[in-house]
């Protein structure tokens, strides 16, 4: 199993400004992904973060909006940039364990004003 | 498009007695099926998944079935306890897609005393 750090567990902030997420694993993984889960919505992959190398981004996903950076093995941050309401949501960063499951941070809540 | 459906956002079941919750989905290709249980607060947790080439796959109080030709599946527990009470996600993923796990919007669940 991966224990997964994520902070800050919420915020308010208001439109225009962006918000950092950090998440840190306890082990070292090749990829982690962003999640989000808009109100009363399933979860959405936002981006996978490889090591080394530019985010993979889903199709409706931005790097200008969401920028990720994954400066080493255990260690990621999703930023939500220029925030509007509709970016009010959960964000959530995962590992994978392989096809059988994924570990997931305890999410962070986003109002945004 | 939802690929992943739980058509029902809720669902209320006296403690002891059996919870079905179920999920539908379209895309054929999905061949691996999992599901979630998330706590307010907390990110989701995997519970039980199965592979396609099963009927059923049981684990303690948890049992999914999966109906290819119909493509449904469904998670029993039974004896149902109050901790049970949570939001369960219902996921799914393919070899061709790399494994990304295709969420639905998820199931909440109250156990009454």
């Known amino acids: 199993s991966a224990v997964i750090s994520q902070k800050p567990s919420r915020d308010i902030c208001q439109r225009g400004t962006s918000l950092t997420i950090q998440c840190q694993v306890d082990?070292?993984?090749?990829?982690m992904f962003w999640y989000r889960q808009q109100p009363g919505q399933s979860l959405t992959l936002i981006a996978t973060?490889?090591?080394?190398?530019?985010?993979?981004?889903e199709s409706g996903f931005v790097i200008d909006k969401f920028p990720i950076s994954r400066p080493n093995l255990t260690f990621s941050t999703l930023t939500v940039s220029n925030m509007s309401p509709e970016d009010s949501s959960i964000y959530l960063c995962?590992?994978?364990?392989?096809?059988?499951?994924?570990?997931f941070g305890s999410g962070t809540q986003l109002s945004v004003l | 498009d939802q690929q992943v459906k739980q058509n029902s956002p809720s669902l209320s079941v006296q403690e002891g007695r059996i919870s079905i919750l179920n999920c539908d989905y379209t895309?054929?290709?999905?061949?691996?099926f999992l599901w979630y249980k998330k706590y307010p607060a907390e990110g989701p947790t995997f519970l039980i998944s199965?592979?396609?080439?099963?009927d059923k796959n049981e684990d303690g109080r948890f049992t999914v079935f999966l109906n290819k030709s119909a493509k449904h599946l469904s998670l029993h527990i039974v004896p149902s306890q109050p901790g049970d009470s949570a939001v369960y996600f219902c996921?799914?993923?393919?070899?061709?897609?790399?494994?990304?796990?295709?969420f639905g919007k998820g199931t909440r669940l109250h156990i009454l005393p």
């Open positions: 895309n054929s290709m999905f061949d691996y």
């Open positions: 082990s070292q993984v090749t990829m």
């Open positions: 996921a799914a993923s393919a070899r061709n897609r790399d494994d990304k796990i295709i």
């Open positions: 199965i592979s396609s080439i099963k």
């Open positions: 973060a490889n090591q080394g190398s530019e985010a993979t981004y």
């Open positions: 995962s590992v994978s364990a392989g096809r059988e499951k994924l570990f």
